[in-house]
């Protein structure tokens, strides 16, 4: 490693949509015993990042929108989610929804 390489602070991985979606379906999974999460308060810190207003109402209609998480119904339910059948599924078939995406960009 060169000295300059060495003086340079290290980037900030910019993470995606894709792997907030990866993360979420990965920790509900790996939290089956609890059932349900709140995404802005038990998932997201969890990944380090805080997010708020309008991107927080987006990214979340877009973890929803795959169908491998819900957001379950009842008084004191808003913001939490839960994996789907189709996400325990995802899970057991590929281990993540990264993985998910390249096979499906392989075939």
Same mark, same amino acid.
């Given at each position: 490693?060169? #000295?300059?390489?060495?003086? $340079? ?5 910019? !993470? %995606? #949509? ?5 993360? %979420? ?6 939290? !089956?015993? /609890?059932?349900? !999460?709140?995404? #802005? +308060? =038990? ?5 380090? /990042? ?6 927080? #109402?987006?990214?979340?209609? /877009?973890? *929803?929108? %795959? ?9 004191? @339910? /808003?913001?939490?989610?839960? !994996? %789907?059948?189709?996400? &325990?599924? *995802? &899970? @057991?078939?590929? +281990? ?8 499906? $960009? =392989? $075939?």
């Amino acid at each position: 490693m060169s #000295e300059e390489q060495a003086q $340079q602070p290290e980037q900030p991985r910019v !993470l %995606t #949509e894709d792997d907030v979606i990866d993360f %979420t379906i990965r920790l509900l999974y790996s939290r !089956l015993d /609890v059932d349900e !999460l709140h995404f #802005e +308060k =038990q998932i997201l810190p969890e990944l380090g /990042v805080q997010i708020a207003g309008r991107d927080l #109402e987006h990214l979340r209609e /877009v973890i *929803l929108a %795959t169908g491998f998480v819900s957001s379950p119904i009842g008084f004191g @339910k /808003v913001g939490m989610m839960q !994996l %789907t059948s189709n996400g &325990m599924q *995802l &899970m @057991k078939q590929y +281990k993540g929804y990264i993985p998910f995406l390249r096979h499906q $960009q =392989q $075939q």
